[in-house]
Nanobody, 126 residues
Framework: QVQLAELGGGSVQAGGSLRLSCTAS????????MAWFRQRPGKEREGIAA???????SYGDSAKGRFTISEGNARRTLYLQMDNLRPEDTAMYYC????????????????????WGQGTQVTVSA
């Protein structure tokens, strides 16, 4: 069974950067869809970015130009580089994955993913 663990959250001032990582353990599969979601206070969970089994990446409007999703270690680690952070980026950030050899994107419904990390808090102050 695959388990995901996020690291890298913290507190930063507006304009700063953070790099989140999500490490998979257990019976990982090389062909999968991996994504980052976040949940802001009082809001529903929303997709931010995704990378599919062909390494095609996609980003939501809030992430374009500021966040970069990437993978490493034979797809056992997922990263989210976040630059030029804004107070509205304050949220709990989650990684998610599902074995899948096709395409997925940041718009893929959260319920489709079958493995989730526990989340890491990002707080951006003005």
């Amino acid at each position: 069974q695959v388990q995901l663990a996020e690291l890298g959250g913290g507190s930063v001032q507006a304009g700063g950067s953070l790099r989140l990582s999500c490490t998979a353990s257990g019976n990982t599969i090389s062909k999968n869809c991996m994504a980052w979601f976040r949940q802001r206070p009082g809001k529903e969970r929303e997709g931010i970015a995704a990378i599919d089994s062909t390494d095609r990446t996609s980003y939501g409007d809030s992430a374009k130009g500021r966040f970069t999703i990437s993978e490493g270690n034979a797809r056992r680690t997922l990263y989210l580089q976040m630059d030029n952070l804004r107070p509205e980026d304050t949220a709990m950030y989650y990684c998610a994955t599902r074995p899948f050899s096709g395409r997925c994107s940041w718009t893929t419904d959260a319920q489709w993913f079958n493995r989730w990390g526990q989340g890491t808090q990002v707080t951006v102050s003005a």
